[in-house]
């Protein structure tokens, strides 16, 4: 998270407080991203988020068949990549209040990596340079490399999943079924997604990751 923020703040970005357009119930995350939450959240505070993600578990919203580094494996070899729907129309996420997040400081990289050069609110979309999408999905490959044992889902489904005690103390242990409903198993990294003009300018960026990470 440091990396890539410290990558990030470099960027003249349209991002501002407030700015809420990019925070939909859509969001996902690995199961180490959801421990991290878990984790550092003060039991007033996590019982309040906890009772939001409840009431928006019947809540029609985004989740993912296949990971980014099970994606990069089928671009390596050839194989078809499902077709996955993800409406922003389905609502916002369920832990926003005020178009704040109360997680703000632990936020998922999913969230960190959503951002603007221009108002998203004003073309409907996010504008973003090629290269960053690059570094965001070099991000997004090492995270779920790092829990490769664990598993890739919606936020709620995993916020969900790791407020069971049982199912916290399993991840502890490194035991996690790969079955948890409405989630995926994640993978280790086939292949990094960096196409060639790109990889110049990367390196550094790997370089320091790889130092942190191993």
């Known amino acids: 998270y440091k990396l890539f923020d410290a990558f990030v703040v470099k960027e003249t970005l349209a991002c501002k407080r407030q700015c809420a357009t990019c925070c939909t119930c859509n969001i996902t995350l690995t199961t180490l991203e959801g421990y991290k939450i878990i984790s550092l959240l003060d039991a007033r505070l996590k019982s309040s988020l906890m009772q939001r993600v409840s009431g928006a578990a019947g809540q029609k919203r985004f989740k993912p068949q296949i990971t980014i580094n099970q994606m990069a494996h089928r671009c390596m070899t050839g194989h078809e990549i499902p077709e996955e729907i993800l409406d922003p129309s389905w609502g916002a996420c369920a832990l926003l209040s005020q178009k704040e997040c109360p997680i703000y400081p632990i936020r998922p990289f999913g969230c960190r990596c959503m951002m603007s050069l221009t108002i998203c609110a004003e073309t409907g979309y996010a504008d973003l340079d090629t290269f960053t999408l690059t570094v965001a999905n070099l991000f997004n490959q090492y995270i779920e490399h790092l829990d490769q044992d664990g598993m890739t889902g919606n936020l ?35 292949v990094l997604m960096i196409p060639p003009e790109h990889r110049e300018r990367i390196e550094p960026l790997l370089q320091s990751l790889k130092r942190e990470l191993f």
């Open 156 to 190: 709620i489904d995993v916020l969900l999943f790791l407020d069971n005690e049982n199912n916290l103390m399993t991840y502890q242990s490194d035991k996690v079924e790969p079955t948890a409903k409405g989630l995926i198993p994640n993978s280790p990294i086939p």
